[in-house]
């Protein structure tokens, strides 16, 4: 079966978003932090970083280029302090993570929701526009947290009733800062965005549900919520633009935070999130097997994240092919994508493996998917 390349996101070889930092990028931002140089001496050292992953990416065959998140701390934090009515508090925020070599924990401000949320200037628009000017071939894809983020690294409790005494109108509120958000991004003229979201993940596992619990929410159901509120903010996206959401399990340093299959959230998530495709970690056997994927309906795209960021040794064509024939037995082929399982670098600091493992594991992913699809 001879299955043609992809003309819109998600693409056959694609990736998640972030890359590892380059040396003379974090030796910037550290003598920024220590008020060694200015806010646009850093800023000229970021748009060198950028173009040179962006002519990358391009170089390798990759259909889509994103800036690697190289402004960024976090995935996700940078991203969620500037909604309008979040805020960082005093509190230490910590999430426990762990892998076969021991057990770690990524820190951060705690958020408080204290006003009502809306957006104020376009989140990131400076950065994607400077993307957008960046490429020549590729697509640019920006990445975003999901909206469920800013609950998930909360909850209720971080929630000021004095300004939401009734929850459901900080839902409503949220999910429409998100959908202004997105309108804004598509007036920029971006086709191709990504809300990437580890609650949907993390939901699979019964210690985190466990958790979620105990903080006072509702485990069983909080994934239908957050899937109601991700399609309310999806519903009058810009036509023409592609939305995925990715869903991992944690990535910090080459360590995660969950574990088990997509079984607890698949019929939901699959049959109901409306977005075009979906970037799903299966690099070992954390992830659970290929099953839930019977739950993707027709005309949904699933990207495969079979090559791991978590380590450097790369994996066979061979072993990536077998994974992928026994993935189409549950959704077919003209269906599925190749990625890798996550981004390189979710924080700052970056996953246990160097530049040229990670420049082999694009390659690979890019001549694996042509081997496969044409």
């Known amino acids: ?15 998640v978003g972030s890359l590892l930092r380059p040396p003379e990028l974090l030796k910037a931002r550290g003598a920024f932090a220590d008020g060694q140089i200015s806010a646009d001496a850093l800023r000229e050292t970021e748009d060198r970083a950028i173009r040179d992953v962006v002519a990358l990416q391009e170089e390798l065959g990759l259909q889509a280029a994103t800036d690697g998140e190289f402004r960024r701390t976090s995935w996700h934090m940078d991203f969620i302090y500037q909604l309008g009515g979040i805020t960082g508090t005093d509190e230490q925020l910590q999430v426990a993570f762990k892998n076969n070599e021991g057990t770690t924990s990524f820190t951060s401000a705690a958020l408080k929701v204290n006003d009502r949320v809306h ?5 990131f628009a400076d950065a994607f526009t400077f993307l957008k000017s960046s490429v020549t071939t590729a697509v640019p894809k920006l990445t975003i947290p999901s909206p469920s983020m800013v609950h998930y690294r909360g909850g209720a409790a971080a929630i000021d009733p004095a300004v939401y005494p009734d929850v459901e109108e900080f839902w409503s509120d949220l999910s429409a800062a998100y959908a202004e958000e997105i309108r804004r991004l598509g007036e920029l003229g971006c086709t191709y965005l990504q809300l990437d979201d580890t609650s949907l993940a993390y939901l699979n596992d019964p210690a985190q549900r466990q958790m979620i619990a105990a903080r006072g929410d509702d485990a069983e159901n909080q994934h ?15 036509e023409g633009m592609s939305v995925t959401t990715h869903s991992c399990r944690g990535n910090f340093q080459s360590y995660w935070a969950a574990e088990g299959g997509y079984d607890f959230v698949a ?53 990536l092919k077998r994974r992928i024939e026994e993935a189409s037995q549950y959704v077919p082929l003209d269906q599925l994508c190749l990625s890798p399982q996550c981004g390189f670098s979710s924080t700052v600091e970056g996953n246990s493996l160097s530049f040229d493992e990670e420049v082999a594991k694009l390659r690979l992913v890019v001549e694996t998917a042509h081997e496969v699809w044409g």
Not at 119 to 123: A, D, M
């Open 1 to 15: 079966m001879v299955v043609s390349q992809r003309l819109s996101p998600p693409f056959r070889a694609d990736h």
């Open 224 to 238: 239908l919520r957050y899937i109601k509120q991700l399609n309310a903010a999806l519903a009058s996206r810009p």
């Open 119 to 123: 957006v104020n200037e376009t989140i």
């Open 267 to 319: 019929e939901a998530l699959f049959g109901e999130l409306d977005v075009d495709g979906f970037f799903l970690e299966y690099d070992d056997d954390r992830s659970g097997g290929f099953e839930p994927l019977r739950f993707v309906p027709k005309g949904k795209m699933v990207v495969l994240g079979l090559v791991t960021t978590k380590r450097g040794l790369l994996e066979s064509k061979d072993q």
